[in-house]
């Protein structure tokens, strides 16, 4: 496992440059498919011009495509270069959880952001954090990297998309600094202040995604008890007798119960979307 000594840095991710680090760094964003995309409505113009099925049309279809194979090269080419740049003099990177999904439905950024390539970044950063020892967190969804100053804590409540700077109302801070610094600045500070993912026992978590797994965390039950997890949606209440009439006396039995699968051909895809109820049952002495 590589070790990497790098410092902590804070990505934030945007439309008008591809992302500003903590540091003071600024990646501009080339915009790929909007410098050819004079080129390609017109190639795409020609395309519909010719006749279905003959040879012209075969040919104006691959001049097309070999110019968005050049968009995705290039967009490619550029998030390849700046993830492995992070991956390899960054110990931990700090990012924002994005709803990219969601954001591509307003038809108005919709081009701009799919240019920019955030879940492609996001994807490759992730998997070249595991080849060079950096390390990835991820902040909140809601968490609001813009409007809080980075220096004081004070939120502006106001501020909108159309605000570049962010002006600190506190009069003991009256801090004035870029918008998108400022939210690199807190996700950067998150590094220190938010512990890795725990779960509910308060311990670390399996961490299987992980090049290096941590200790699965202590199994708390009541003495002389054993937990019996099964999937019993199809058994009879006769054989759910005859399992507990199987326990040792002073054993504690789960069975978990399950609703019908609506999709059986899919059970492997959607099984987590099924609910369960589990309740437990105390073994009476024999």
């Not at 512990?195 to 699965?216: F, H, M, T, Y």
Request: glycine share 6%; charged share 25%.
């Amino acid at each position: 496992m590589p070790v990497n000594n790098g410092p902590t840095v804070g990505v934030d991710l945007g439309v008008k440059t591809l992302a500003t680090l903590s540091d003071g760094i600024v990646i501009p964003n080339h915009r790929h498919l909007k410098r050819r995309l004079t080129k390609i409505k017109r190639l795409q113009r020609a395309v519909s011009r010719r006749k279905k099925g003959s040879q012209n049309r075969k040919k104006a279809v691959r001049t097309l495509g070999k110019e968005y194979r050049k968009v995705g090269n290039q967009r490619a080419n550029t998030v390849h270069q700046f993830t492995s740049q992070l991956a390899k003099t960054k110990s931990v990177v700090v990012l924002e959880d994005l709803n990219v999904a969601g954001m591509l439905k307003n038809h108005r950024l919709a081009l701009a952001i799919s240019d920019v390539g955030w879940g492609a970044f996001r994807r490759q950063l992730t998997y070249k954090a595991a080849w060079y020892g950096c390390r990835v967190i991820v902040a909140d969804r809601w968490f609001t990297s813009s409007k809080t100053c980075c220096r004081c804590g004070w939120v502006d409540e106001q501020l909108t998309l159309a605000d570049r700077t962010f002006r600190c109302q506190n009069p003991a801070c009256r801090q004035v600094m870029d918008r998108d610094l400022n939210a690199a600045t807190n996700l950067a500070q998150l590094a220190g202040s938010s512990p890795d993912r725990i779960n509910a026992c308060g311990e670390g978590s399996a961490g299987l995604g992980r090049p290096a797994q941590v200790k699965l965390p202590s199994v708390k039950q009541e003495p002389n008890c054993r937990t019996d997890s099964r999937w019993c949606g199809a058994r009879s209440p006769l054989l759910q007798q005859s399992m507990l009439q199987s326990r040792a006396p002073g054993t504690c039995v789960t069975i978990r119960e399950r609703t019908p699968h609506l999709y059986p051909w899919r059970r492997a895809e959607t099984a987590s979307v099924v609910r369960s109820t589990t309740f437990q049952v105390n073994c009476r002495d024999v």
